[in-house]
């Protein structure tokens, strides 16, 4: 996973609450069994007509918003189904870092998987960033969002902003304990399936 | 203090523990299914990986599987290539695999309780969100992602934050059990709690109505935990639960001393303290019909579609989400549920595709037929729900009632099969989400129990199932 950076872009407001995973990516693409491309599927029945034209009332297809790093949505977004084709959708479009009042659980850790960093502020400043038409930054070192007016602060839990600072790869980091889970074994009472 | 059972678990599966850092957690149970695990074995291959442990871990095909014949080939060229994939998979990594012809393939979450794989007081794990079914038998069911499958696959553990606990108490008696059922005390506690209620916590189900459900009963409860937003939920094991799991097909050998030790442990301590708690009273609920597009936005089968206002409660953001969902839905406040007419109806998901659903939903229609404006069909939540049932001969009231009668999988809850809506189609579905477009590009979903959807598919609308006589 490559570390994260700090983002400097203006940002796309989707004022909706509980957007759900089957609208981030519909299933019609889960078929596929890689990681890469789902950015084109990204929002797919709000994107486009059943001719598969843009639907010019939809946010993603307003030009002003191309270019974008940052969303900001309403309260429980990624709530459903776990698929992880959201965040590879959101990531490969070219968003960075997704703003809400609150995340579903699968998939706000879903976002720390791929480095994408899920920002979760009041409702009221998400408000407020909805309206906001300058470029604004994120920097994640600080745990600060800068927007043309004013400095807003960040919560995030030190373990996730290492993880995503350090882009690091979960699995290697399991495997310095290797010890520790064969110690598990050993002791665990729960017999296998097979 | 004493512990919730929650606590207990998560306490006996600690490998590493750190302060303000997650916690190692190991898994005994893994579940693969084809749709979310193609990439996590590619991840094992880049970093030339094993699968730590092939003897925790099962896969199964469900989420795109034809329901039709199954002797054809596949024609959706994608979902073929996604089910080989998992073939392939499975083979190259020694994985047990219950494929398209094994009489043991189904949803994955149906499959697991029925052949014994499913223990209380154990972890376990799946790509999939419904996962939390798994809970209605004392083992904490974690939905999880691709990258986390990848992780247990390569591991057999986890990195996860302790979530905080969540009693939801069920207090009462349902007057009518075959007109009242499971689903519509989950899509009462959700309907009360939120879609976002749960964010963050395990549920535990405790109290009078949740001890009188059968073990499906408390599946159907369990599994929806994930559109209450929790993390999972969970019910403390009894004897129906011990007597459910006793001689299946991968049932421990040491079943008998498994019971023994669950028996003192597995229950949350009298003076254990939950972080939350709600209270639902069952004595007068009704059946549920979801009206929009998410399953909080629910009502009674005798009450009017609610106006955005009276739904949202003075929340602006959930008002104008009611608007666009009414919009989405064709429908109007102040229409009663009952003149809802519908198009097409399903029953089948890992929340009702069981035999007693499908027991329950036969009697409501053995000798009458499927309204003529109205497609039905019943999905098997397995291929052994499929066999028992047809040992019953409910196949025979089914399709003499103009029901198709299909092979299992996941189908029209999701529709990645050729099962789906086509734009406009209204749908009583026995599933667990209504979302826009879930069902179908521009299908419109409303959830309700199977006795529901059974007496919506003869009268072509939406029929309150307690004016039925259903003994």
Known sequence: MEPFENVKSIVTPLDKVNVDTDQIIPKQFLKLVQKSGFGKFLFFNWRY??????????????????????????????????????????????????????????????????GILPISLESQIVEKLLQETSPIEIDLENQIIKTSSEDISFEINSHKKKILLEGLDDIAQTFQFEDKISEFEEKSTVPSVL | ?????????????????????????????????????????????MNNRKVRRPDLTI????????????????????????????????????????????????????????????????????????????????????????????????????WLEKPKTFEVRVEGKRSNPHAVTAKDIILSIIKNIGTAGGTGTVIEYRGEGINDLSMDERMTICNMSIEGGARAGLIAPDQKTFDYLQDREYTPKNYESLVDSWKDTLKTDSDATFDKQFILDINDIAPQVSWGTNPGMTCDVDEPIPSPDEYSNGDANQKKGAEKALEYMDLKSGTMIEDIKIDRVFIGSCTNARLEDLIEASKIIQGQKVASSVNAMVVPGSQMVKRQAEEMGLDKIFIDANFEWREAGCSMCLGMNPDILSPGERCASTSNRNFEGRQGNGGRTHLVSPVMAAAAAINGHFVDVR?????
């Open chain 1, 49 to 114: 007509d059943e001719n598969e034209n843009m639907k010019s009332d939809f946010i993603l297809n307003d030009p002003k918003y191309d270019g974008s790093k940052i969303l900001v949505a309403g309260d429980n977004f990624g709530c459903g189904s776990s698929r992880e084709h959201a965040v590879w959708a959101l990531d490969d479009y070219g968003f960075s870092v997704i703003i809400s009042s609150s995340f579903a659980d699968i998939f706000f850790s879903n976002c720390f998987k791929n």
């Open chain 2, 1 to 45: 203090m004493g512990k919730t059972l929650f606590e207990k678990i998560w306490e006996s599966h600690i490998v590493v523990t750190k302060q303000n850092e997650p916690d190692l957690i190991y898994i005994d149970r893994h579940l693969v299914h084809e749709v979310t695990s193609p990439q996590a074995f590619d991840g094992l291959r």
């Open chain 2, 59 to 158: 896969a199964t095909m469900d989420h795109n599987v034809p329901t039709s014949d199954r002797s054809l080939p596949i024609l959706d060229q994608t979902s073929a290539v996604q089910i080989k994939t998992l073939e392939t998979n499975c083979k190259d990594f020694g994985i047990k695999l219950f494929d398209i012809n094994s009489p043991n393939q189904g949803i994955v979450h149906v499959i697991g309780p029925q052949l014994g794989i499913t223990l209380p007081g154990s972890t376990i794990v799946c790509g999939d969100s419904h996962t939390s079914t798994h809970g209605a038998f004392g083992a904490l069911a974690l939905g999880i992602g691709t990258s986390e499958v990848e992780h247990v696959l390569a591991s057999q553990t986890l």
């Open chain 2, 467 to 471: 004016k039925l006589d259903l003994n």
